[in-house]
């Protein structure tokens, strides 16, 4: 029942942000628009695409690295198949696929591989907002709002590399801060804080990649590269509709994009990335047709959609894998969080081996 109505949520918030994505256009204009569009920019963006996943996959390998030797090729399958899942299944339960499928084709423990992820969402995070607030600074004419929220976003961001260093030093002292902290918040629903207590937990299992400061350096570089390239996609995209913008509004598309996917929606974030474009359009001067803006943000949304998906499904068939198994995982997935959540907690107090030299 809990799964239904999570499911039923996702649809309304899809149909109401695709809804209010189409307002000020026609089918006559997007139609219109589509047939005006720039197409020789698809494989330019499905270049970009593959230097993102690549770069996705590449960091993961240095997070695994102290655990597992693995390879960017290695872990690139489970990457996408990962990603499929969240285009194919509700819930965002992408991750715990692709933690699924490391631990069964390369046996590494669970909290593990969900301890490296965990990391990998911290530093997607600060990259994100990094380049979320540099877009907004070359923007031209910025609306006071946003550029309010740009110095709002500077100071959280330094904020949160306080809270990373600290963590990193600091590790089991940080948590049972935490864990003090949220036990004197009553309005903080316990389930809350057990989830915010178990990213910690399986966080700190993982923190033995960024003991090496070259492998540090290294994370950090490819978080902010990854997400640049993904920015170029959506500037691409918009470009490709003859929408005049700058690099700067790629990087504002990604950031909205990024905060937006985090509410319930349908697989595939249908609805809402359309939403996330019309927002950050709001940054420019000069308001662009909004049927082209609603045709661009399709034509990015697709572009990653389709290739994702198809590769991701064709490795999951080639790991002798199903939509069955993906389907078991999802239905699994509270026991699996128990049972991770088990194994973080042991993960603190026995971190496993020092980490190798990247």
């Known amino acids: 029942m809990k799964r239904f109505l999570g499911l039923l949520i996702g649809i309304l918030v899809s149909v109401a942000a695709f ?61 996408l198949i990962g990603f499929a899942a969240n285009n194919i299944l509700p819930a965002h339960l992408g991750e715990f696929v692709r933690v699924f499928v490391v631990q069964r084709k390369h046996k590494v423990p669970a909290s593990t591989v969900l301890s490296t992820v965990v990391l990998e969402r911290i530093f997607d995070v600060l990259a994100i907002l990094a380049l979320f607030s540099l877009g907004l600074v070359f923007t031209k004419d910025l609306p006071d709002e946003y550029r309010n929220a740009a110095k709002f976003l500077g ?62 350096v290294l994370i950090t570089a490819s978080s902010l590269a990854q997400w640049l390239l993904n920015g170029m996609i959506a500037y691409t995209a918009l470009t490709a509709f003859h929408i005049p913008v700058t690099p700067a509004a790629g990087l504002i598309v990604t950031g909205v994009t990024a905060l937006g996917v985090t509410v319930p929606s349908t697989p595939g974030y249908f609805g809402v990335i359309q939403g996330c474009f019309k927002i950050s359009m709001a940054t420019l001067a000069v308001q662009p047709d909004p049927s082209l803006v609603l045709g661009s ?62």
Not at 31 to 58: E, I, R, S
Not at 165 to 178: M, P
Not at 312 to 341: E, K, M, P, W
């Open 155 to 216: 100071i959280a961001s330094a904020g949160v590399v306080l809270c990373v260093v600290v963590f990193l030093i600091w590790t089991e002292q940080f948590v049972r801060f935490t864990m003090a902290v949220l036990n004197r918040l009553p309005f903080v629903p316990e389930g809350l804080s057990n989830k915010l207590l178990e990213m910690l937990r399986s966080g700190a299992a993982g923190l033995q990649a960024l003991r090496n400061g070259k492998a540090l």
């Open 19 to 79: 809804a209010w994505s189409m307002q000020g256009t026609s089918r006559e204009e997007l139609q219109a628009g589509f047939q005006q569009a720039n197409y020789l920019t698809l494989p330019v963006m499905l270049l970009l695409l593959f230097g993102f996943y690549w770069l996705k996959a590449m960091r993961w390998s240095w997070l695994l690295a102290p655990v597992k030797p693995l390879s960017t090729k290695q872990l690139m399958a489970p990457l």
């Open 297 to 358: 943000s399709l034509y990015y949304h697709l572009s990653m959609y389709i290739p994702v998906t198809l590769l991701g499904v064709y490795f999951l068939n080639s790991l002798g894998l199903s939509l069955r198994d993906l389907s078991h995982v999802a239905d699994d997935s509270d026991t699996s969080d128990r049972q991770i959540s088990d194994s973080r907690a042991e993960a603190v107090v026995n971190p496993y081996t020092p980490p190798q030299k990247v």
